[in-house]
């Protein structure tokens, strides 16, 4: 037996903790000569934690940040500002070992499982691909049956390492990023948009897949989608993005019977109801005009320009995502309240 110093892992605490984190992407002109003229600001000031064994599900529109927020986590984009602390340790500005035994820990689905694979390689080389960039993480002569295990935890045939990704379907191939991300046994997976792609009856399929991980594994998530429904079933907090910014963030039941932010209300509103009853009971909030380009947000308050409950003070102060009085649950709103009608 080896004395382990290690502290002990307890399901609930803080593993990851994002603050303030800012990401703004330049806008340049010119051939010979570039000169800045904006910035597109893809991430805007985005603070959070991640609690060992749980998923935060993020979601918003198409173009809100949500890939670049994942990517900044993965260390692939550098922020502007901003601070991620990973296990207690600065993730920013970790290097060498330190740097590689954070990244290890942390792992990213993608969104589209027919250009994330590399159709040259074959299945074994793309699962093992990992243990060439940590060798420590496997033994070379142990890999392949690592390879085939990991095959097997996603619901694949082990005698299918030497197939090409065109041969599986597109869950198929779903798993096998699945098994990937698993490779290098981390405690946290992103997941960008890991269903979006897929027919409706394989996404659960899917999901199913994610949460029997998470159980066995004690996995934490970041599970990101472009609507609430897709979310819902999976995330025990979630968190709603608007134009680079969490407009309001809060538990499965506090988002979805007691949401206070508009944005939040609106998105809501156009989920799918099974119940025929409630269906007809309910009115969609159709928000007007196109989401605002991230390189010039309205001033205060992002959503100002499509929120019908807009006043002046919308325009001139910028509402922080702090508990409200209408429920304890962080939301960037001024006038947040809880919609009565179901
Ligand atoms: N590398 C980049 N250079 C410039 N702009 C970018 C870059 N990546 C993303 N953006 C812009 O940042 C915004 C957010 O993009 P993204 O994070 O992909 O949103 P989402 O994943 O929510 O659709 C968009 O306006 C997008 O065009
Ligand atoms: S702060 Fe104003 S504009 Fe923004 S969501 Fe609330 S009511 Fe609407
Ligand atoms: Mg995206």
């Known amino acids: 037996m080896t004395a382990t110093t290690e502290p002990a892992k307890v399901r609930g605490e803080t593993i990851l903790a994002v603050d303030q984190l800012v990401k703004h992407f330049p806008i340049s002109q010119g051939v ?204 025990d907090r979630v968190a709603v993005m608007y134009l680079g910014r969490i407009v309001e963030i809060g538990t499965e039941e506090q988002i979805y019977q007691r949401a206070t932010h508009p944005y939040t209300q609106a998105l809501l509103s156009a989920v799918p109801v099974p119940d025929p009853e409630a269906r007809d009971r309910r009115t969609i909030i159709r928000l007007t005009g196109d989401v605002p380009s991230p390189a010039e947000p309205p001033s205060g308050c992002h959503f100002r320009t499509r929120c019908w409950k807009a006043e002046e003070v919308c325009a001139t102060q910028d509402p922080q995502a702090v508990p409200r009085a209408a429920d304890p649950h962080p939301s960037a709103c001024h006038f947040a309240e809880v919609r009565t009608e179901a």
Request: aromatic content about 4%; hydrophobic content about 40%; some cysteine.
């Open 32 to 235: 010979l000569f570039k000169k800045t003229i904006g910035q597109v600001k893809a991430v805007d000031g985005v603070s959070f934690e991640l609690r060992r064994g749980e998923t935060l599900g993020v979601v918003g529109e198409s173009g809100c940040g949500k890939s670049t927020l994942a990517r900044l986590l993965m260390r692939l984009e550098t922020p502007t500002s901003g601070r991620v602390t990973l296990e207690g340790r600065d993730l920013l500005r970790a290097t060498g070992a330190d740097l590689r035994r954070l990244r290890r820990n942390m792992q990213m689905v993608m969104q589209d499982p027919y250009t994330s694979l590399n159709p040259r390689m074959t299945v074994g080389d793309i699962i093992g691909e990992p243990f060439e960039i940590h060798p420590e993480a496997a033994p070379k002569r142990s890999r392949r049956q690592r390879v085939q295990e990991l095959l097997d935890v996603v619901g694949l045939n082990p005698e299918h390492v030497n197939r090409y990704p065109h041969q599986f379907s597109g869950g198929q191939r779903q798993r096998i990023g699945i098994a990937r991300a698993l490779a290098l046994r981390p405690e946290i997976i992103v997941c960008d948009e890991p269903v979006s792609a897929l027919d409706v009856s394989i996404q659960a399929q899917v999901i199913n897949l994610l949460r029997e991980l998470q159980d066995e594994l004690g996995l934490s998530y970041i599970f990101i989608a472009h609507d609430l429904s897709v979310v819902r079933h999976i995330s």
